[in-house]
């Protein structure tokens, strides 16, 4: 594989960053040679700054790295994807990603996002937070509320009435976020279930 570097008068390759749990594009990064080189040795995602004209390695200073799982690149061998398992958040400014200016977020960046606060709520307790109060009740109060919504959402799958469905499923959904979070079991471990049954 020989990536064509010297197609850009300063031989820097745009680089993308994505979170291998969810798929989200963490940041954009220029990858030159040396960078690359380094980036696939150490396993941590290293770019070339432009503004400093030198390399760096994502969270040298900040501790946020970007651990590389693998790597791909596109047709033209001119653009690379870095999928990675970020430590912390990614951006500067403290988001998850650098990219969260935007006009609306995908249904998937809106899941995820209620699973991260459900999961924030475990270890941050406000007092008016109704899931810090859940934890604080226990697994036993945890599981009756799954049942209960669990039966609220089949009696609305009884009646002829899609927006009361709706909203009992998306409860249900809601609590079971909960009962993962109590169980240490991650979103991602769902989802790599699913996929193990994909044939």
């Not at 080189?37 to 400093?52: G, I, L, Q």
Request: charged share 25%; proline share 3%; hydrophobic share 30%.
């Amino acid at each position: 594989m020989s990536l064509q570097f010297s197609k850009y008068t300063d031989n820097l390759i745009p680089t993308i960053v994505q979170n291998k749990t969810n798929g989200q594009v963490l940041m954009l990064g220029f990858t030159s040679p040396e960078s690359y080189e380094k980036s696939k040795k150490t396993r941590k995602v290293t770019f070339f700054s432009r503004s400093k004209q030198k390399l760096w390695t994502k969270g040298e200073e900040s501790g946020n790295t970007l651990k590389i799982e693998y790597i791909q690149y596109d047709c033209d061998k001119d653009t690379l994807l870095y999928v990675c398992t970020p430590t912390g958040p990614t951006c500067h400014t403290g988001n998850t990603s650098c990219f969260f200016n935007t006009e609306e977020k995908t249904d998937a960046e809106i899941l995820w996002g209620v699973y991260e606060t459900v999961i924030n709520r475990k270890h941050n307790t406000p007092e008016n937070s109704y899931v810090a109060s859940l934890y604080k009740q226990g697994l036993d109060r945890i599981i009756q509320k799954v049942g209960e919504e669990a039966v609220e959402t089949v009696i609305a799958a009884k009646n002829d009435n899609k927006d009361e469905f709706i909203g009992e499923f998306a409860d249900l959904l809601f609590h079971m976020m909960v009962l993962l979070s109590e169980k240490n079991i991650s979103l991602s471990e769902i989802i790599a279930k699913f996929k193990s049954r994909i044939k």
